[in-house]
């Protein structure tokens, strides 16, 4: 529903789909039209979008010649898969098809042992680059992960914790840090919290008690920056029933 919302927006037309697995948002593109990692396709006219000139085509490897590019430059430019083919998908089913049958014949030549056609098809290939293309499939680019982050924030209604979000794995990989992923979301950044001794941790219990005039759950202490952790609690006293009795 999301990626029909941002597509219609832009093209106000309900039947034009990405035409492979493609996670919102997108980037839009630019120089031209659709969006960059996306080839959008009509199912309407079963055709897909030049970004170049937004017209639209059965197959883009001829049309490509217009603007001075092979299929390959194309991909580069738009950020897809170096394996995509820049068909509409009943011509690549069509193809499919073909290749299947042809299929047959060149095993039984791998099986007849002809070594020119082994070299040629076996040859150990350079890995691809990872583009927009593939980062859209998971909905792990930047702008994706920025906006499942802002939507966990509004849900919980503060920034969260690193141990809240279950993709912390990731934004440390692409940002450096937990603190430089939330730097460049523009949310407030968790300071490490010093080493308290046993004697302070017992004092914070103390002067809570004291203050509120009840004994404080380690939810209290989770949910409020000013008091240590409660893991604080269970990593220096076993647990934070431990901690509570050795404190009143």
């Known amino acids: 529903m999301e990626i029909l919302n941002q597509i219609t927006k832009k093209y106000h037309n309900k039947d034009i789909i990405p035409l492979y697995k493609s996670i919102p948002p997108f980037v839009d593109y630019q120089k031209g039209f659709g969006f960059k990692g996306v080839i959008l396709w009509d199912s309407i006219i079963d055709k897909i979008q030049c970004h170049f000139c937004g017209n639209w085509f059965k197959a883009l490897s001829g049309h490509l010649k217009k603007h001075s590019l092979d299929s390959y430059k194309y991909k580069e430019i738009i950020s897809l898969n170096n394996n995509t083919p820049l068909l509409s998908l009943g011509i690549k089913i069509k193809e499919e098809k073909i290749a299947s049958s042809k299929y047959q014949a060149k095993k039984k030549k791998l099986i007849k042992g002809n070594k020119k056609y082994f070299k040629h098809h076996q040859r150990k290939k350079e890995k691809p680059p ?119």
């Open 130 to 248: 990872k583009r927009l293309q593939f980062y859209n499939t998971f909905g792990t680019c930047d702008i994706q992960i920025k906006d499942k982050f802002l939507k966990l924030k509004e849900k919980l209604g503060r920034t969260p914790r690193k141990n809240e979000v279950y993709f912390h794995k990731l934004l440390t990989k692409r940002f450096g840090s937990y603190n430089k992923a939330l730097m460049a979301f523009n949310c407030a950044i968790y300071r490490k919290r010093p080493n308290y001794s046993r004697f302070e941790l017992l004092l914070f219990i103390k002067n809570f008690k004291k203050q509120y005039n009840r004994i404080p759950t380690a939810d209290n202490f989770r949910r409020n920056n000013l008091f240590p952790n409660p893991t604080t609690y269970i990593r220096n006293f076993g647990s934070w029933n431990k901690a509570m009795i050795l404190a009143l």
